[in-house]
């Protein structure tokens, strides 16, 4: 069998990094062939099949023709007369674009490698623009790569921008955006994500929620970066640093849609924009289909992200309702998760990528404090119904308001 590894694991190995799994193109075999040496089919688009041992994918060589809009208007043919080069360059990029023998030979027809030495994304041909999932796959290249330095090449990202010009971004499916959008919230730079989609114009096509916040003031005394689509990006880089979670990464990124709603002649002021942007925030969710781990945590986050910045000044009754909309009190609690995307949007101003957050320890010992009350003599006597919750409400304000009594921050 003549076969190569092909794409990501061989860009990988040439860069120096983990490879997770590997993937291999096969010239002169048919699927009948295949099957004969054991090898199972997967694939419903095009042939691809499972080794019998390795369950590596192994790919019949094929060629692509578009045929319609969108990521799926292609026919593909399979044949044994297709050759590597032929297969190779359907393929997005040439750093993805390089196949290696099992000897190790490298096999780089459209210069895989001098791109990949100087940490350049280029598209292999014009066909780059017949699938705008390329797009999304760039922005999440340049999320996982771009802290190595990588840049995108001029033509291609203006071939990127023409793509979402002639419409072909508005043919992408939800399910396909949010696969790469969560893939991205797990690389090392997911901010750069974001910022290679406003830099082709892509950015109001697929997350207008996102795109329209760029452009919107802030006051320079709090956020010296005034952006807020800046400072939302500022916010996902802090939450990086803080998480590998991409739960509180799309916390911190999403927290302050609601800016997005603010009337200009009120601006660089944000009036009310915790409770704004929950509309916006369940609407983009919902069209996306993002999971509700995530939406739960962003939704908690938006509302009282400016509580927590202000949980000094709080009142113990309005603390301790906060708390219990995080379920503080109990083990499923997500008051953790919930403090590190609020310091991540504390941090995510120019200037303040250091600064101290102290409400994160008031805000814990409140937990503890409300989850530490006896509520033996209100669960064991006369109460009925809602008395009881507002009894244990009522033994809650009075272990968070001593604990805020008796707190001083360092």
């Not at 044949?79 to 780089?108: F, K, V, W, Y």
């Not at 350049?120 to 290249?141: G, N």
């Not at 290679?196 to 929620?209: D, G």
Request: with cysteine; glycine share 6%.
């Amino acid at each position: 069998m003549e076969k190569y590894l092909v794409g990501g694991a061989v860009r990988d190995q040439l860069l120096g990094l983990p490879v997770l799994e590997k993937d291999w193109v096969v010239i002169g075999e048919t699927p009948e062939s295949m099957v004969k040496q054991s090898f199972h089919p997967v694939g419903k688009d095009f042939p691809v099949f499972l080794h019998p041992i390795s369950h590596e994918e192994y790919a019949l060589a094929r060629t692509e023709r578009k045929t319609s809009l969108g990521y799926k208007g292609f026919t593909v043919h399979a044949s044994p007369d297709i050759t590597l080069e032929e297969d190779l360059i359907r393929r997005d990029l040439t750093i993805n674009a390089m196949a290696m023998t099992p000897e190790g030979d490298i096999i780089d027809p459209y210069g895989g490698q001098k791109d990949l030495q100087n940490k350049v994304f280029r598209h292999i041909s014009p066909a780059f623009s017949e699938d705008p999932v390329r797009i999304l796959r760039i922005a999440r290249f340049a999320a996982r790569f771009g802290h190595l330095g990588f840049t995108i090449a001029e033509e291609t990202l203006s071939l990127m921008k023409s793509m979402v010009e002639c419409g072909e971004v508005d043919a992408l499916v939800p399910e396909r955006v949010w696969a790469e959008l969560f893939k991205a919230l797990k690389e090392p730079s997911p901010a750069n994500f974001f910022y290679t989609l406003k830099n082709c114009s892509a950015l109001q096509k697929i997350i207008p929620e996102l795109d329209c916040l760029f452009g919107v003031p802030q006051p320079e005394k709090y956020h010296p970066e005034i952006d807020t689509g800046i400072h939302s990006l500022l916010s996902l880089e802090q939450a990086t640093l803080l998480s590998d979670s991409p739960e509180i990464r799309f916390a911190a990124l999403t927290h302050d849609l609601g800016k997005g709603l603010s009337p200009k002649e009120y601006w660089p002021s944000h009036h009310g924009h915790e409770k704004n942007g929950l509309p916006v925030l369940e609407g983009l969710c919902s069209r996306l289909r993002i999971p509700n781990t995530f939406k739960s945590l962003a939704m908690q986050v938006m509302q009282y992200h400016t509580h927590s910045h202000k949980a000094f000044e709080l009142k113990a009754s309005t603390l301790t309702d906060m708390l219990s909309t995080l379920n503080a009190f109990k083990p499923n609690s997500s008051l953790p998760a919930f403090i590190l995307a609020c310091i991540a949007d504390a941090r995510g101003r120019t200037g303040f990528e250091q600064v101290a957050y102290p409400q994160a320890e008031l805000l814990k010992l409140a937990a503890t404090a409300g989850a530490s009350i006896d509520t033996s003599t209100v669960l064991n006597g006369e109460l009925q119904g809602a008395e009881i919750g507002i009894a244990l409400r009522n033994l809650r304000i009075k272990a968070v308001a001593e604990v805020i009594n008796q707190y001083k921050p360092m």
